[in-house]
């Protein structure tokens, strides 16, 4: 499992021309999840995504994590982080989750998030969606559970 932090200052994802979550100032969150993914992955990295510290303190130094600075968590499912793409031009995706499989483990995250951080949004999980945001820094990790 992959999640692709980005500190912003507000994102937003849409589907349809319709605006379907969005947060101001936290992080936005790609998940992409692979096939050997289980829950406990799942709780694993939550946990650490919610304790990241990738907010400026009083120093200005990068001390604070999203439940610290009070933010928002905009999670946005991303099939493509689970792409290999260490040969030739075109990605592989034979680690990724069967969709099945990857759209229960997104839910029981975003379930999981939501009851342990309430300033919590969505997209929709297999929709074509337009994601917007300002990137704060710009600040973005690679979290891997």
């Known amino acids: 499992m992959k999640a692709l932090l980005q500190r912003v200052t507000n994102?937003?994802?849409s589907v349809d021309g319709?605006?379907?979550?969005?947060?101001?100032q936290g992080l936005l969150v790609l998940l992409g999840i692979d096939k050997q993914d289980?829950?406990?992955?799942?709780?694993?990295?939550?946990?650490?995504?919610l304790d990241y510290r990738v907010f400026m303190d009083a120093e200005g130094k990068m001390n604070l994590s999203v439940r610290q600075v009070n933010g928002g968590?905009?999670?946005?499912?991303?099939?493509?982080?689970?792409?290999d793409t260490r040969k030739?031009?075109?990605?592989?995706?034979?680690?990724?989750?069967?969709?099945?499989?990857?759209?229960?483990?997104y839910n029981y995250f975003l379930e999981q998030l939501s009851s342990k951080?309430?300033?919590?949004?969505?997209?929709?999980?297999?929709?074509?969606?337009?994601?917007?945001l300002v990137n704060d820094g710009p600040v973005t990790f690679l979290l891997e559970g």
Do not use: C, W, Y
């Open 11 to 13: 994102s937003s994802v």
């Open 18 to 24: 319709r605006i379907v979550g969005q947060i101001d």
């Open 38 to 49: 289980t829950e406990a992955t799942a709780n694993k990295l939550l946990d650490k995504l």
């Open 73 to 83: 968590v905009l999670l946005v499912s991303q099939f493509t982080l689970s792409a």
């Open 88 to 105: 030739g031009l075109r990605p592989s995706f034979s680690a990724a989750a069967t969709p099945l499989d990857a759209e229960r483990l």
């Open 117 to 132: 951080h309430p300033k919590t949004a969505s997209g929709i999980f297999g929709a074509a969606m337009q994601v917007s």
